[in-house]
Every structure is written in C-alpha cells, then in structure tokens.
DNA sequence: TTAATTTGACCTTT
DNA sequence: AAAGGTCAAATTAA
C-alpha cells in the first residue's frame, strides 16, 4: 500500500489503534458469552497497552507541537490584504476526515449519506490512486453561503472504504442537515444498496446510518503533525454527536479518556446537532487529528473553554472501536 | 423547466 | 512543471 501523506509515526499510530481495537472486537466477542477471566483479563490488558503506546505517541510528537500554536489564529492573523487569498481562507477551515465503510456487498457509487446535501461539482484522477476523488460542496453554498466542502476518496485497499475529508463547517440552516445515529442499528446490520442520497429528515433531527466508520484524521500543516488524540469506546451506542457549531473532533481534546461513553448521548437539544454514526457491525473507530495553527485556535477558543463545566464542552460523543477498518499492512496485528 | 452531474479548462499550490 | 482543486458549460436527471 502506498501511504500517501502518512509518515512512520502516523503508521506506527494507525498501527497500534488498529491493534487496539481488534483486541477490543476480540474481548466483546468473549464477552458474550462471557470467557474466562484470564482470558478477559488478558485482552483488557493488551488492549490497555496498545492504546498507551498510542497515546504517548501522540503526546510526545504531534500533539505537543500543536499545543504550542498561536491563538486567535482564525481572526487575527489575517492581513485585510490576505482575505481575498483563497489559500489563506482555506487554512482557516477546520478540516477532518473520517473513514467511512461500505459494509457489505454494497453498491460502490453511491455517495456516502452523511446527513447534509452535497452538490459535486468536481472530479480528479488522483495520482496514485486508482479511483478519482470526488468534490463536493453544500447545496446551500450560494442560497445560504454556507462554505462546507467535502472530498470522497474511495480507498485503494479496501474499495467499501471511502476517506472522507471534510472542509468548513456547515452554516447552512437545520433543514440540510440529518443528524444519524445508529443506536437502535446494533443489532441490525442493513445492506449497504439503500443508501438514498437523501434521507427524509426525522422530526428529532435523526436519522439513522449503519455503515459509516468514524475515523477522524488529521492535515498537515507546513509538514508538522498534529494529530489529537481520540479514542473509542466499546459497547457504547454507535453514535458520535456533534453538538454545537463546531465539529466534533475538538471535543476530543484532552479526553483522551474520558469515560462519557453512555449508550445513549442523543440529545437533540440544539438545531445545530450533527451526528455521526459508527458502523455497528464493525463497531467502533478512532480518530486523530491534524489541524492547522488557525484550526487550533478555533478550538482553543471555541465551545470547550465556553462551557467549562461540560465535560467535553459542548460535545457529546460516543464512538465505537472498530475492528475491520483496513490500512495497508497491519502485519503487527494478530 | 429546474436542479444535479459530468468533464475539460483554468487556477492555485508545491 | 505537475498535481490538486475549482469553475462552468454541456449534459443528464428529476
């Protein structure tokens, strides 16, 4: 596998959360029926040591670095000669991209419901890859302005994976946007072929997706790493909230661990809810984060240190471990 | 007829 | 210069 954009470190990281949450598949499958103790123990155990590995990988390069960046980044580094610079303005977008699978058999062009409207208006043969990336943007780009962009990658690997990168966030109002949860899904496991490319929007906001696989990854900015950390849960209900303005993975700083992981942290209390859904067949994820300097500002200064007393500020999120997300060779795994 | 997609040209970034 | 990203006219779908 060609690892573009990805260095050893970021290998070694995907490395040892894949293996931590292969583990963890593996204790939920002993789990029920229940196995021995050792046997629990000893999954628990390793599973605990990958996820360390991983976070003092994190802590010790990327994440470091990215503490350090400058604040107010967003509003205040900008040049009023700089504004019109679509570059500059790009930098300031948050960006995130996650990992969405298409579970079974599945039909291999349907684009990827993720609860808001998209419009293509691009393709591009990508080198080194053997399927074009896709170009989207809201559908409410010039009735709302809302500047949220997306590209869809379809993984050389595995073709039911899509890389999903999403760009800006949504200011378009509630009517675009489908929040989906798969908390009633675990159980059932739907084929993939029925992914409509517009979902009827539930009266709460909700909508279910099964298939989606959330993995948060990250950009590089001027060839730093910044990756945050964020980390899965199992048996948890395959939901990943959003809840206010921003997108979720700057709820996921400084909560490497935190144990909010109750199966049902669907709170549709605000209209700018987004959920993610994690495959509840391959359940869980995990998710990393680049950002850039601006980005970094954006979460410095957004809802986490508005609500301090959230525990994640405005976020909720609950997040799977999932065990058949595929990234090259995973030789490591066993 | 309107809206979405396709696709080659054009622009930006590296 | 090459690759990635966006635009927009032509085409297709609703």
Not at 196 to 202: I, M, N, R, T, Y
Request: glycine share 6%; proline share 6%.
């Amino acid at each position: 596998m060609e690892m573009v954009g990805m260095d050893w470190e970021q290998g070694s990281l995907l490395n040892e959360l894949t293996q931590g949450k292969d583990l963890a598949k593996e204790l939920q499958i002993h789990l029920n029926p229940p196995a021995s103790t050792e046997t629990r123990l000893f999954l628990v155990e390793k599973i605990l040591c990958s996820y360390e590995k991983a976070l003092s990988m994190l802590n010790s390069g990327a994440l470091s670095g990215m503490l350090e960046a400058q604040p107010s980044a967003a509003n205040s580094t900008l040049d009023s000669s700089d504004l019109k610079d679509i570059s500059k303005k790009r930098k300031i977008m948050s960006t995130w991209t996650k990992r969405v699978r298409v579970c079974s058999g599945s039909s291999p062009d349907v684009p990827l419901d993720d609860g808001y409207s998209w419009r293509k208006y691009g393709q591009k043969v990508i080198l080194g890859t053997n399927h074009p990336r896709g170009y989207y943007r809201c559908t409410h780009r010039h009735s709302q302005g809302c500047v949220a962009t997306k590209q869809v990658q379809r993984s050389d690997e595995d073709p039911t994976l899509f890389e999903v990168t999403y760009r800006g966030r949504h200011t378009c109002m509630r009517s675009s946007r489908l929040a989906a949860t798969a908390a009633a899904a675990v159980a059932t496991a739907p084929a993939v072929e029925e992914y409509p490319k517009e979902k009827p929007e539930l009266p709460e906001g909700v909508v279910l997706n099964f298939e989606t696989e959330l993995q948060v990854k990250a950009e590089s900015l001027d060839s730093k790493e910044e990756i945050f950390p964020s980390f899965a849960f199992p048996y948890a209900s395959a939901v990943l909230e959003e809840v206010g303005n921003d997108i979720f993975p700057e709820s996921m700083v400084d909560n490497n661990l935190m144990g909010s992981f109750s199966p049902a942290f669907i709170s549709p209390a605000t209209s700018e809810s987004n959920y993610f859904s994690v495959s509840p067949c391959d359940l869980g994820s995990f998710g990393r984060r680049q950002s850039s300097e601006s980005d970094l500002a954006e979460i410095i200064s957004g809802p986490l240190a508005s609500v301090p007393n959230s525990p994640i500020g405005d976020f909720d999120f609950t997040v799977l471990l999932d065990t058949s997300f595929s990234f090259g060779n995973l030789d490591c795994l066993s």
